[in-house]
């Protein structure tokens, strides 16, 4: 059907490159620029698809990446996990910290209660996440420096409740394609997907204020590439892969999409 406008008069501010979550009729935007990105946000903003509000439901961890995260919620709605991320405005430095907050879906607490996950293995910028078998996914992304990408996919035991499990990360494989970040993701008939992103992001910096100059200084690249991977319980399709594969293309390239949803 046609496209309508949805009114954001109720939503508490305006913030760019944030990191986003779905669950049901709940969108969850996590952090972000303030949009002269020079500034950002600890706020996990929630929107109510059904009732149309938006309402601020908690903040980010002092030490906590404040923009491109991995972000994903757990299959029965009651985690929201974080992993890795950027730690201030501009071009600044990543964390491989990664967190996870009990507040999300129905059945939300009166306070927040933030678990500390065990560190990504290396910092990524801006990977995809999603929640299969009780695990946590994080693929690709940016590296430590910023710039190159990574097809690296690894993942996290989680315990049947959704709260992470004491075993850490580990590596099930790569992502064909040579690896992007700020792709679009989702999970869909029983399928993980991964949708178009980039690479050659601009490089950190150690400058926590007006930096945008320094982040000017990379070409960057587009991809129109989608891949999928079936979930643990899917049944394959004949001929059907068990990991990643390629599928039809976007019709054009596209990055940055990661809060489409």
Known sequence: GPWEAVSSDSRPTEFCESSKAVYHDLVYVIGGFLCDF?????????????????????????????????????????????????????????????????????????KTVWVRLPDLPEIRYAPSAYVDANALHIIGGAGPNRQDPRSDHYALPLNPSGRPSKAGWFRVGTVPGGGADSAGSAVLRGRAFRFGGQHGHPPAVNVLYDNNVQCQASPEVAHAQVYRRPLAQTSLEQGEAKGWAPVAPLPWPASHIGLAT
């Open 38 to 110: 020079n500034r950002v946000t600890s706020a996990i903003q929630m929107l109510n698809t059904t009732s149309g509000i938006w309402r601020t439901v908690a903040h980010l961890p002092p030490t906590a990446a404040k923009t491109h995260h991995g972000a994903a919620v757990s299959q029965d709605g009651t985690w929201l996990y974080l992993v890795s991320g950027q730690l201030g405005p501009g071009c600044t430095p990543g964390t491989a910290e990664s967190w996870a907050v009990r507040f999300v879906g129905k059945r939300q607490t009166k």
